[in-house]
């Protein structure tokens, strides 16, 4: 059973800087597909990012502004977020899918088998 909690979320102006982590336990972190997913209220949870092995993939919408990076040594899994807006303001969750890599990174919420709880981030205008 893998386990993800996810830590760094807060309350920033917009143009900030956040740092999220998600520290994972139980199985082979290196082996997963690791991703961003995040959820305004009243909306759907949306992909953000994903990481393999020297692949990663962004949404348009934070393209630029948002870096995804993992390391391995310390399961953990880290979403730096620049230049926020408010329309970055969500619940931000951390995802881990273990199948193999096909060449395209997943990014629909139902491809990945393990979630963390979420880390509100609020951005203020």
């Known amino acids: 059973q893998v386990r993800l909690v996810e830590s760094g979320g807060a309350l920033v102006q917009a143009g900030g800087s956040l740092r999220l982590s998600c520290a994972a336990s139980?199985?082979?972190?290196?082996?997963?597909?690791m991703g961003w997913f995040r959820q305004a209220p009243g909306k759907e949870r949306e992909f953000v990012t994903a990481i393999t092995s020297g692949r990663t993939d962004y949404a348009d919408s934070v393209k630029g502004r948002f870096t995804i990076d993992r390391d391995n040594a310390k399961n953990t899994v880290y979403l730096q977020m620049n230049s926020l807006k408010p329309e970055d303001t969500a619940v931000y969750y951390c995802?881990?899918?273990?199948?193999?890599?096909?060449?395209?990174?997943?990014?629909?919420?139902?491809?990945?088998?393990?979630w963390g709880r979420g880390t509100q981030v609020t951005v203020s205008s």
């Open positions: 139980g199985g082979t972190f290196s082996r997963y597909i």
């Open positions: 995802a881990a899918d273990r199948t193999a890599y096909t060449g395209r990174l997943p990014t629909t919420p139902s491809a990945y088998e393990y």
